[in-house]
């Protein structure tokens, strides 16, 4: 089992749509929880950033975590054309990564948003 | 002010050859991290550098690939002997030196783009 699974799609919506995004995680050590934006030949962005438990809104944005269930999502409300790309989750034991460095990505699930 | 460079975005070589990818961190980042992105397979580290630390060099996947950081600030990965395995997308990233409980995001490259014929 690999440490961190997510669903590589492609995930299709109409424009306007709730969109959910899921990681599931194997390794309860995990404290520091991030979503990341990658368009197409772009390098990928930070989008949202939590800690433990719980959720966090960031405008049309929401990520949830919820450690007993080794389980985070991100939900966009109102999606637009211009959400298309592809959304990794990344984790780590520390802050960013921390002094060891390096974060846990899953493989990144390619949206669509259609106009 | 000027993101994270990486030089050249996109590379074409042939089967054993030597390649060198190039990252310009962020002006004042200390951390500097290599990852690789493979079709399908997500991103995997590779590297680690922290200030004057010893690299962090657990992922590296070979003894063909080597990276070094001079004056603390731009990086070099290179990979010996091409192999078709090694094509993928090498991003780099660079953050204000991180610590067990601070707070410093990793801020990326567009990468480049490596295909090995």
């Known amino acids: 089992q690999k440490e961190v699974e997510q669903d590589p799609g492609p995930l299709s919506v109409p424009e306007g749509a709730i969109v959910s995004l899921n990681c599931t995680y194997s390794?309860?050590?995990?404290?520091?929880f991030m979503w990341y934006r990658q368009y197409s030949r772009k390098g990928p962005e930070l989008l949202m950033y939590?800690?433990?438990?719980g959720n966090k809104e960031d405008g049309r944005f929401t990520a949830q975590v919820d450690k007993s269930s080794k389980y985070i999502s991100l939900f966009i409300r109102d999606s637009q054309p211009s959400d298309s790309a592809t959304y990794l989750c990344?984790?780590?034991?520390?802050?960013?990564?921390?002094?060891?460095?390096?974060?846990?990505f899953g493989k990144g699930t390619k949206l669509s948003v259609k106009p | 002010g000027a993101g994270v460079s990486q030089s050249p975005s996109n590379k074409v070589t042939e089967k054993g050859k030597d390649v060198e990818l190039r990252c310009d961190p962020i002006?004042?980042?200390?951390?500097l991290y290599w990852y690789r992105q493979s079709l399908g397979q997500g991103l995997e580290f590779l590297i680690y550098?922290?200030?004057?630390?010893?690299?962090?060099k657990s992922g590296l996947p070979s003894d063909r690939f080597s990276a070094e950081r001079t004056g603390g600030s731009v990086s070099t990965l290179t990979i010996q002997r091409t192999q078709q395995e090694d094509s993928a997308v090498y991003l780099c990233a660079s953050s204000l030196l991180p610590g067990m409980y601070s707070n410093q995001p990793q801020h990326f490259g567009d990468g480049t783009r490596l295909s090995i014929l």
């Open positions: 939590t800690y433990s438990s």
């Open positions: 002006s004042g980042h200390t951390a």
């Open positions: 390794n309860s050590a995990f404290q520091y």
């Open positions: 550098f922290q200030g004057n630390s010893a690299p962090d």
């Open positions: 990344a984790m780590s034991r520390h802050p960013y990564g921390g002094s060891q460095g390096n974060l846990i």
